[in-house]
């Protein structure tokens, strides 16, 4: 190998090759406790009649934890379908070995695309008659049945057909013979607002116009379709939204969407973040921190410099609100949080060294930090810091 800069010529042939195998844990990475998620399946399933199906969220690489993890858990603990947003994510389950049922919650509205899932053994959802027909010439192309699930709007505006229009949509769909209906849907827009259980509420209203739809299409009672209306804030709620299947993310990776949260729930977060300390300085009084200077030092301050910024997912406007653990202490994050580092005042701290490794989101001790808090503290919602993390962070189960 010859070096550009000095044209030296190297022969690395002696040393060994380090880089095949640069360490998981060389800057920043997310733990992921596979037995946590399997845990809360079985938690929350406990709290379904015992007919109640659960189908394990696994989008967007399982809420950032792993989707080949968090699958292979969650069925360990009795989900028995899984749900993803795209093509893709289906066909990614598949190529792991994943035999449940998957049904895709985005929409495929081409041809081609629901050939791919129809050979992928993947559910479409259906919002409209069009769909359905594209379904119904494929299923008959194959000479086979294509199994998918319907979808109505009861408030969400988001997919599904309208649902003054599905009674009758709903007549000319049965008439088709190349389609297995395997399921009938809507998605609750509004279940993890305080007022939800109110009879006014978002959620009630849909919860009412789910059922009248129901009652209209007059489903026969030995029909095998599943019926599915909750998320996790739904199945919290109460039982008259779980129908015959409840849809779960959040809850199943530890985190309660309630604010009023069940004392008797017990939820593991299945995710840590941790990270090394790269480098540390000390800094004199009066001396500034990171770019814009928005962090003055008050004292003569220790400062760990830590390998994980918002390159990486961390929110930059938590800049100076959040406090990292080591060895059940908390510390003070200082500075703006830049692209892939950020520093964290650690003069309280002896023992801090360079190659410590520091907890950003997980526990330590009886310390814990939850994406919950950097939700409400970054003015967003749990859901989003978790598929936040970039692929940057590798992903190291530890069970
Ligand atoms: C259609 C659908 N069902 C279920 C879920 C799971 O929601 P949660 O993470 O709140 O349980 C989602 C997530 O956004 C969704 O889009």
Redesign the pocket.
Known sequence: MQNRQTNQVFNFDKFPNFEKDIDLKQRAWIEVKGKAIETNVRELRSKLSKNCQFMA?V?ADG?GHDAKVVSEYAIEGGASEL?V?TLKEGIKLRSFGVKKPILI?GNLYTKRDLIISFKNDLMPTISSIRECLVCNNIGKHFGLKFSLHLKVDTGMSRLGFESNKFVQEFEKIKSFENISIEGIYS?LSSA?EDNALDSQSITQVQRLKFNELLKQINLDRNNEIKIHLA???G?LLSKDFHFHMV??????YGYS?LVKIDKNLLLKPALSLKVKVAFIRTIDKGVSVSYGGKFVSHRKTKLAILSIGYADGVPRNLSGKINVIYNNKFYPQVGSITMDQMMVDISDSNEIKVGCTMVLLGSDGDKTISPLEWARKSNTIP?EILCSFKNRLPKVQVD
Not at 247 to 252: A, D, E, N, Q, T
Request: hydrophobic residues 45%; glycine residues 10%.
């Open positions: 969220v989008k809420y749900g947003a919650l998605h993890d998320n996790s804030a199945m849809r779960v993310g959040l809850s199943m969407p859901w």
